[in-house]
């Protein structure tokens, strides 16, 4: 699960932090999800964000991926909740025309154009938390009086 926290002052976006948490394969999955919530709960409260945006859930043809994806996006909005942070959702072609001003951007231009507008030198790694910081910019681009945004599943 990627997650991203930027912070946007006088128009320019600053990331603070970035990452993803991870869980063992082989972990069954009420203990991965526990797991999940747990370092989500814990970024949440080093960090404080204002706000924050997670991805619609989005179905693909791999109905097994969609589920354990829809389980952990579940467990964030929960921590998220529970913190009593505001959630925002965006579609993923929401993210891709707000970060890339197209619908249609693969991976790769989504990932350079997370490094161009947050002024990095490089990609965040890995490719979760450079999602996960799409979306942070695009809530960012949406909702310009918010002052901190981040996370995502």
């Given at each position: 699960m990627?997650?991203?926290?930027v912070?946007?002052?006088?128009?320019?976006?600053?990331?603070?932090?970035?990452?993803?948490?991870?869980?063992?394969?082989?972990?069954?999955?009420?203990e991965?999800?526990?797991?999940?919530y747990n370092?989500?709960?814990a970024?949440?409260?080093?960090?404080?964000?204002?706000?924050a945006?997670?991805?619609?859930l989005?179905?693909?043809?791999?109905?097994?991926?969609?589920?354990?994806?829809?389980?952990?996006?579940g467990?964030?909005?929960?921590?998220?909740?529970?913190?009593?942070?505001?959630?925002?959702?965006?579609?993923?072609?929401?993210?891709?025309?707000?970060?890339?001003?197209?619908?249609?951007?693969?991976?790769r231009?989504?990932?350079?154009?997370?490094?161009?507008?947050?002024?990095?030198?490089?990609?965040?790694?890995?490719d979760?938390?450079?999602?996960?910081?799409?979306?942070?910019?695009?809530?960012?681009?949406?909702a310009?009086?918010?002052?901190?945004?981040?996370?995502?599943?």
């Open positions: 990627g997650w991203g926290v912070e946007i002052t006088g128009g320019q976006l600053r990331l603070i932090e970035t990452g993803a948490l991870t869980t063992p394969a082989g972990m069954p999955q009420p991965r999800l526990l797991q999940l370092g989500l709960c970024i949440i409260e080093r960090l404080r964000p204002d706000t945006a997670v991805e619609e989005f179905f693909g043809k791999n109905v097994n991926t969609a589920l354990t994806v829809g389980q952990a996006r467990v964030a909005l929960l921590a998220l909740a529970q913190a009593g942070i505001p959630v925002h959702e965006y579609k993923p072609l929401a993210v891709k025309q707000a970060v890339a001003g197209y619908g249609g951007a693969d991976k231009q989504m990932q350079e154009m997370v490094r161009l507008t947050l002024g990095l030198t490089t990609t965040p790694r890995p979760d938390a450079a999602d996960a910081l799409a979306i942070a910019i695009c809530h960012a681009y949406t310009p009086n918010l002052q901190r945004f981040g996370l995502s599943s």
